[in-house]
């Protein structure tokens, strides 16, 4: 399934030199000086003291502290944090689930064959990862409501689930999601809580977002595929979404299951475009 999807003037003046005339003592003087008519009088009392202490001291202490002072400190340090997310590049991503058919029996966690019984599965991931100094912003898929969806031919048996980052997006049969914990509007998937369920022989499908979204798929067959459509509600989707942005990286995983025969665990081959936007922290 393929759909390829964006910075005054001050004069001193000098005063004027005024002139004076000294004259010598005794010039145009004719006679001799007189004696004095009497003796030099006594001082009339002593002389006074001084009324008070200098008046140029001053007269009180200050009353106050300068009130130069910061009335407070600065509230919040400047933020030196830059967004990574402000610019970003585009990366596209295919995601790719290759052919695959006939279970592991009785290995990695796989039970041996019993009919009509989830025994063994065959997970495939692909993951979208980022270096340690850059963060995934965005993601877009190819199969949700905001991007069309997708058409195309494919085909599996005897069921199958999708997740993104552990959350159920797709199951083949309904009853399954009652065995698994909850997360937001979804599920965690877990194969040691499936295994040994009943497996029903008719698919009934629960998808992510209920009666906003739509999936259809040809009956499960060994070999067989048809026309199949994908189309995910993007806002039942967005908390899953942003739980991998938080992640810092976009897992995939697409499990096929069986319960005894040798065409069990297959998937025709699944493909699903995707844009994930990037940012340099």
Same mark, same amino acid.
């Given at each position: ?11 001193? &003046? @000098? ?19 007189? @004696? ?24 009180? @202490?200050?009353? #106050? ?19 990574? &997310? ?11 689930? !290759? ?12 039970? #041996?064959? $019993? ?22 912003? !965005? ?16 085909? %599996? ?8 980052? $552990? ?6 049969? =309904?009853?399954?999601? !009652?065995?698994? #914990? ?15 369920? =009943?497996?029903?022989?008719?698919? !009934? %499908? ?42 810092? @990286? ?10 005894? $025969? ?20």
């Amino acid at each position: 399934m393929r759909l390829h999807i964006w910075m005054p003037l001050l004069l001193a &003046c @000098e005063p004027a030199k005024g002139v004076t005339t000294a004259v010598a003592p005794g010039v145009g003087d004719t006679t001799s000086p007189s @004696e004095p008519t009497s003796e030099p009088s006594e001082p009339s009392g002593e002389t006074s003291e001084p009324a008070g202490e200098p008046a140029g001291e001053p007269t009180s @202490e200050p009353t #106050s502290e300068p009130t130069s002072e910061p009335t407070s400190e600065p509230t919040s340090e400047p933020s030196t944090e830059s967004d990574p &997310c402000q610019s970003v590049e585009t990366s596209y991503w295919t995601i790719a689930m !290759d052919y695959t058919a006939n279970c592991d029996w009785g290995n990695n966690g796989n039970e #041996s064959a $019993e009919d009509g019984l989830f025994r063994a599965r065959t997970e495939q991931y692909d993951v979208f990862q980022v270096d340690s100094d850059q963060q995934i912003c !965005d993601i877009r898929f190819a199969f949700e409501s905001d991007f069309g969806g997708i058409q195309g031919d494919w085909g %599996y048996d005897d069921h199958f689930v999708l997740t993104l980052n $552990e959350r159920l997006l797709i199951v083949s049969q =309904d009853s399954l999601k !009652d065995r698994l #914990s909850t997360v937001e509007n979804s599920y965690f998937y877990n194969w040691s809580d499936i295994v040994n369920a =009943d497996l029903n022989f008719s698919p !009934d %499908y629960w998808v992510l977002g209920g009666n906003d979204s739509q999936v259809s798929f040809p009956d499960p067959d060994f070999g067989a595929f048809g026309s199949s459509t994908i189309y995910i509600d993007s806002g039942a989707l967005e908390p899953h979404r942003q739980a991998a942005i938080a992640e810092n @990286e976009v897992r995939m995983m697409l499990a096929v299951f069986g319960d005894n $025969e040798q065409g069990d665990c297959y998937q025709s081959g699944f493909y699903v475009s995707v844009e994930v936007d990037v940012g340099q922290q």
